[in-house]
């Protein structure tokens, strides 16, 4: 690693402007040069020629899930290394990759106990979720929780009002996902090796949504909810109308019909989680 871009978001959940200044200097006394810097949301993501021109060999990623899934996604088909660090709230992804470690350590780990490995992924349509997709009405409370994270509590009630009806909607129905409750209010869907892991809530009462709500905005619904669990190879969004799902966290819409299956990247993610 010698030609790095870094790609950072201070407005993520545990990033900052200071922080990412301390990083770009911590990146030049590793020796590294910085070919360049993209603050995520204000600069357009660079693509893979403009990577390929400057000849960088690493995009070091410090943000969250969010952040990561879209930058990812803009550089599909680039045949460099990526290394992430933990700028998010949860940082799901940095941990799989590198526990528990704080930036500053991670980037040392990287340089004397690192290899590169694949990433599992849930794909639908163009999109592509490598923590987790999820699909139903209850997707609805994001927005709720994005004005909690914002502290933009005036429109914290309108984002509750909306989740609230939405949730006590019509419920998800995926073909192909036998075993789970008909009309679930959200469905999370996580790659299983080459097959899908599903688990799914069924919140009825005002009660268990209200619990689903509260549970939705400090990011443990699932740890909290009571949920059915199932496995399949691949499943389909059924129903006549586009559907609100979440890759990662980042809302998209995905179309009737669409096919939700597992996939893996190619071996270009450093890690430094060293197996026991």
């Not at 959940?13 to 990083?23: C, F, I, Q, T």
């Not at 070919?35 to 020629?49: E, Q, R, W, Y």
């Amino acid at each position: 690693m010698k030609k790095i871009w870094f790609i950072s978001n201070a407005g993520s959940g545990s990033a900052s402007p200071d922080k990412v200044a301390a990083l770009v200097e911590l990146f030049a006394g590793k020796g590294w040069d910085l070919m360049g810097h993209s603050h995520f949301l204000h600069d357009i993501l660079p693509d893979a020629a403009t990577l390929d021109a400057a000849g960088v060999d690493t995009v070091i990623l410090y943000a969250g899930d969010g952040t990561i899934n879209a930058a990812i996604g803009a550089l599909q088909g680039w045949s460099g290394a990526f290394l992430l660090l933990p700028g998010g709230t949860m940082n799901l992804l940095v941990k799989a990759l590198h526990g528990d470690g704080d930036p500053a350590a991670i980037v040392a780990a990287s340089m004397t106990q690192s290899i590169l490995v694949a990433l599992p992924f849930v794909a639908g349509g163009e999109y592509r979720a490598y923590v987790a997709l999820i699909v139903g009405p209850a997707t609805s409370w994001f927005r709720a929780r994005e004005q909690v994270r914002a502290g933009k509590i005036g429109g914290l009630g309108r984002a509750i009002g909306h989740a609230w009806a939405r949730t006590f909607g019509r419920g998800i129905r995926l073909g192909g996902a036998y075993g789970l409750p008909a009309g679930a209010q959200a469905v999370l869907i996580s790659p299983k090796g080459a097959q899908l892991r599903l688990a799914a809530v069924d919140a009825r009462d005002w009660r268990s949504i209200a619990v689903l709500g509260w549970d939705w905005l400090t990011d443990d619904w699932l740890d909290a909810a009571a949920v059915t669990e199932s496995v399949a190879p691949t499943v389909s969004i059924e129903g006549d109308r586009p559907v609100q799902a979440l890759f990662d966290g980042e809302p998209q819409l995905l179309s009737p019909g669409v096919q939700i299956s597992a996939g893996q990247t190619r071996a270009q993610f450093i890690c430094t989680k060293m197996p026991a």
